[in-house]
């Protein structure tokens, strides 16, 4: 399932790039986020390792209060901003990283202000207001969002929280550092990719834990812009046609990009319709609802995209934050012109 493209081209990485985390840095990461949250549970359902043959892990970031892995990253680096004495941030999301920014500023006594592309998915807008952040809705997609964030911080008078800071891939990789001890003989991992920090953060405890499981990306092949990029070795740009907020990027960053060429070991496409269809089937098996880009590694495993040679998996659920019409489609089975989709 390797792409043709060769390595030393995967390897070309951009400029600019920021540090990485350390595995010490995760590790100190996960003793910030013990008296904030919870370990969250590993499970496995007896249904879809009937249907793909093969043992599949699931970690339940979605069990998290605000349904969704984001809440760590933003802990860390939020409680270090604070410790350099900033009380105010602004980012930029298209929704699960708005919660998590969110979420870490209530709890952390600090004021956030969400910018959020225009027509986001409501409920996370709603669930982000209840956290007492303000919202702020500006373009069409999340770089539009992004930069006007970005621009408008002084103004604000807020620091600007990027979606792949060093402390917030940290904050993720205690996840993956959580699931190898929680869940022995991993084959190989496979994640949602969208900023990529998530996907890094996974590398990097992967790397050091157990580095002979490798590490496996996805994306909507709606929305392939980190994949191209990936795939090509030239940073492309691309427009974002997904309904799976969460991996719908338009634009790779320059420093996930470069640790995810050097190495992800693998990077697969999942359509929109198969990312539905994954979300039923998840349902039949566990009895819940999950966002589409949490179900696209499941897409993958579905559709035959992660090698069969994998016979024990570990999947990310990275999120549970759903609109109802998102909840409403996967349910019934359908695509997005209302045909319906055979899983």
Same mark, same amino acid.
């Given at each position: 399932?390797?792409?043709?493209?060769?390595?030393?081209?995967?390897?070309?990485?951009?400029?600019?790039?920021?540090?990485? %985390?350390?595995?010490?840095?995760?590790?100190?990461?996960?003793?910030?986020?013990?008296?904030?949250?919870? @370990?969250? %549970?590993?499970?496995?359902?007896?249904?879809?390792?009937?249907?793909?043959?093969r043992r599949v892990c699931f970690k339940h970031e979605n069990h998290h209060e605000i349904g969704a892995f984001k809440v760590r990253g933003a802990l860390v680096h939020l409680s270090k901003l604070r410790d350099q004495g900033v009380t105010a941030v602004v980012t930029a999301s298209t929704?699960?990283?708005?919660?998590?920014?969110? *979420?870490?500023?209530?709890?952390?006594?600090?004021?956030?202000?969400?910018?959020?592309?225009? &027509?986001?998915?409501?409920?996370?807008?709603?669930?982000?207001?209840?956290?007492?952040?303000?919202?702020?809705?500006?373009?069409k997609g999340f770089e539009s969002a992004r930069l006007w964030a970005l621009e408008n911080a002084a103004v604000l008078g807020a620091r600007f929280v990027n979606t792949t800071e060093s402390n917030i891939i940290a904050g993720a990789g205690t996840y993956a550092s959580e699931f190898l001890?929680?869940?022995?003989?991993?084959?190989?991992?496979?994640?949602?990719?969208?900023?990529?920090?998530?996907?890094?953060?996974?590398?990097?405890?992967?790397?050091?834990?157990? %580095?002979?499981? %490798?590490?496996?990306?996805?994306?909507?092949?709606?929305?392939?812009?980190?994949?191209?990029?990936?795939?090509?070795?030239?940073?492309?740009?691309?427009?974002?046609?997904?309904?799976?907020?969460?991996?719908?990027?338009?634009? @790779?960053?320059?420093?996930?990009?470069?640790?995810?060429?050097?190495?992800?070991?693998?990077?697969?496409?999942?359509?929109?319709?198969?990312?539905?269809?994954?979300?039923? &089937?998840?349902?039949?098996?566990?009895? *819940?609802?999950?966002?589409?880009?949490?179900?696209?590694?499941?897409?993958?495993?579905?559709?035959?995209?992660?090698?069969?040679?994998?016979?024990?998996?570990?999947?990310?659920?990275?999120?549970?934050?759903?609109?109802?019409?998102?909840?409403?489609?996967?349910?019934?089975?359908?695509?997005?012109?209302? &045909?319906?989709?055979?899983?």
């Amino acid at each position: 399932m390797f792409d043709s493209v060769n390595r030393a081209e995967r390897d070309v990485c951009l400029s600019g790039q920021d540090e990485f %985390p350390t595995l010490l840095e995760i590790d100190q990461a996960a003793s910030r986020l013990r008296e904030h949250i919870a @370990p969250t %549970p590993v499970h496995r359902y007896a249904l879809c390792d009937e249907s793909l043959e093969r043992r599949v892990c699931f970690k339940h970031e979605n069990h998290h209060e605000i349904g969704a892995f984001k809440v760590r990253g933003a802990l860390v680096h939020l409680s270090k901003l604070r410790d350099q004495g900033v009380t105010a941030v602004v980012t930029a999301s298209t929704g699960n990283h708005g919660l998590g920014v969110a *979420e870490a500023a209530r709890q952390l006594g600090m004021s956030a202000t969400i910018v959020v592309p225009q &027509k986001s998915n409501p409920r996370k807008l709603q669930r982000i207001r209840a956290l007492s952040a303000s919202v702020i809705e500006r373009g069409k997609g999340f770089e539009s969002a992004r930069l006007w964030a970005l621009e408008n911080a002084a103004v604000l008078g807020a620091r600007f929280v990027n979606t792949t800071e060093s402390n917030i891939i940290a904050g993720a990789g205690t996840y993956a550092s959580e699931f190898l001890s929680q869940c022995e003989g991993l084959d190989a991992m496979v994640v949602p990719i969208g900023g990529g920090s998530g996907a890094c953060g996974c590398i990097i405890a992967a790397s050091a834990h157990c %580095p002979e499981v %490798p590490v496996i990306g996805v994306q909507s092949s709606q929305a392939p812009a980190v994949y191209e990029s990936w795939r090509s070795g030239v940073s492309r740009t691309m427009p974002s046609r997904t309904f799976a907020e969460g991996i719908a990027v338009e634009r @790779p960053f320059e420093n996930t990009l470069g640790l995810l060429r050097r190495s992800l070991a693998d990077f697969v496409l999942a359509s929109d319709d198969e990312i539905r269809v994954a979300q039923r &089937k998840f349902f039949e098996w566990a009895g *819940e609802l999950i966002e589409g880009a949490a179900a696209a590694p499941i897409a993958a495993l579905i559709c035959g995209r992660v090698s069969r040679d994998f016979k024990k998996v570990g999947v990310i659920i990275t999120g549970r934050n759903l609109s109802e019409n998102e909840a409403l489609l996967a349910l019934n089975g359908t695509d997005r012109k209302g &045909k319906v989709v055979h899983g």
